[in-house]
């Protein structure tokens, strides 16, 4: 007896095959970019690595669970609290990080390094956005590649969205995808969603290290009015002001902005509000959050690749700048775009001004440190100061 045929068995066969086949293709790129770890050789001046999650076990055994790195000199002196890759899609704050831990040599006071301020977010790409998964830093020892994340933590580790997100504790509305916003979500709360708590253990560490100088690093579209700009809270405006007018007399342009005090939920608002400890005699930190001008997040930017993130150019903003739209000072000029080595010079000049002028305002928190800065990486490049990983001992490499 003839068998018969099912109508259409063969063509949906077919498109499940097509299904499981492009499926696989993604989840392939998607556990590359979860599981690839970067090297970072530390410099002589390393003293410990520890987790977050010491400051607070909520995180513990979770994906924003992330590593901090302290480089303590032994002399008394001041405490500095280095963010980067609060929003990992902003990686020149990471960069800067990694190139401060790989070089910095502290001779008083202590300085905490949190390369990975957000790690959930570094390890997922930007949902619905087509760019690429990693840069590369050229170096002697070869191209080294790092991670091109998210602005917000990993859905899989922290879902659903509300519908609204509501601030704790102003109860200020904000948008859903705030919600696993780390710079949205401060001062955090122990019994919060994932990110809340991430913000939270993020002010404990602050708190229990009695932390005097916090700087939060990003990077801005150069449509957005505080590219190029150090944003304080209101204890830390005098130093970031003279920090802006050094910086911008000497060195290259850059503005200041007081935190407005209306927007909740933004570092350089809720760290320096929530810092203080009284009881403890713990007056609270300077709180500064820092931009870079970044075109590869900017909406009008061309075709998203990674000649785009590391060299800046691109013809769109120059018709842009040239119409008067952009914020960024100097002024967008396609010749030189904006260079990787450009915004991570200025983070590390940037933070270290603020250090110069904090010292000269409160002696008792003096920090001195030494790192590269801006010319530095404007002559030699990113690369010239990352070490190679397969030549050092063992104790001084670690893989984030």
């Known amino acids: 007896m003839k068998r018969r045929e099912i109508p259409g068995v063969k063509r949906k066969l077919a498109v499940l095959a097509v299904v499981a086949v492009i499926a696989f293709l993604g989840a392939k790129e998607f556990m590359e970019l979860r599981n690839f770890k970067e090297p970072v050789v530390v410099s002589e001046a390393f003293t410990e690595k520890v987790m977050l999650s010491d400051y607070f076990e909520g995180i513990k055994g979770t994906g924003v669970d992330t590593p901090v790195y302290l480089f303590d000199s032994g002399v008394p002196g001041g ?21 401060a831990m790989e070089n910095i040599s502290v001779s008083k006071g202590r300085v905490f390094i949190i390369p990975h301020a957000n790690l959930s977010a570094s390890k997922v790409g930007m949902l619905g956005n087509a760019y690429p998964k990693f840069l590369h830093v050229q170096t002697e020892h070869g191209p080294r590649a790092y991670r091109i994340g998210d602005r917000s933590t990993d859905p899989l580790d922290q879902w659903p969205d509300p519908f609204t997100y509501v601030h704790y504790p102003s109860k200020q509305n904000l948008a859903y995808t705030d ?33 005097d100088l916090y700087c939060d690093t990003h990077e801005a579209s150069l449509m957005y009015p505080v590219v190029s700009t150090y944003v304080a809270h209101d204890r830390a405006l005098d ?23 209306s927007l909740r939920g933004l570092s350089h608002r809720e760290v320096g509000d929530f810092s203080p400890v009284p009881e403890q005699g713990y007056e609270g930190v300077l709180a500064v959050l820092m931009e870079t001008m ?10 998203i690749t990674e000649e785009l993130m590391m060299e800046g150019k691109d013809e769109f903003l120059q018709t842009a700048s040239e119409h008067g ?6 002024e967008y000029d396609i010749e030189f775009g904006s260079p990787m080595k450009y915004r991570v010079g200025r983070h590390l000049s940037s933070i270290a001004e603020l250090i110069r002028q904090m010292n000269d305002f409160f002696p008792e928190k003096e920090i001195q440190l ?5 010319d530095g990486l404007m002559e030699n490049g ?7 990983p397969t030549k050092a001992h063992s104790t001084r490499v670690f893989w984030n």
């Open 382 to 388: 990113i690369g010239y100061y990352l070490h190679d």
């Open 294 to 303: 970044e075109p590869f997040i900017d909406r009008v930017a061309g075709k």
């Open 179 to 211: 919600a696993r916003n780390l710079n949205r979500t401060y001062p955090g709360r122990p019994d919060g969603n994932l990110t809340e708590q991430l913000a939270y253990a993020i002010m404990e560490l602050i708190r229990k290290e009695k932390a």
């Open 370 to 374: 030494q790192w590269p800065e801006f």
């Open 79 to 99: 405490t500095l609290v280095f963010l980067g890759g609060t929003h990992p899609y902003e990686p020149a704050t990471m960069l800067a990080a990694y190139v």
């Open 239 to 261: 130093v970031a002001m003279m920090a802006a007018m050094e910086l911008s007399a000497t060195t290259f342009p850059m503005k200041c902005e007081a935190s407005p005090k």
């Open 325 to 330: 739209l952009l914020y960024c000072v100097p």
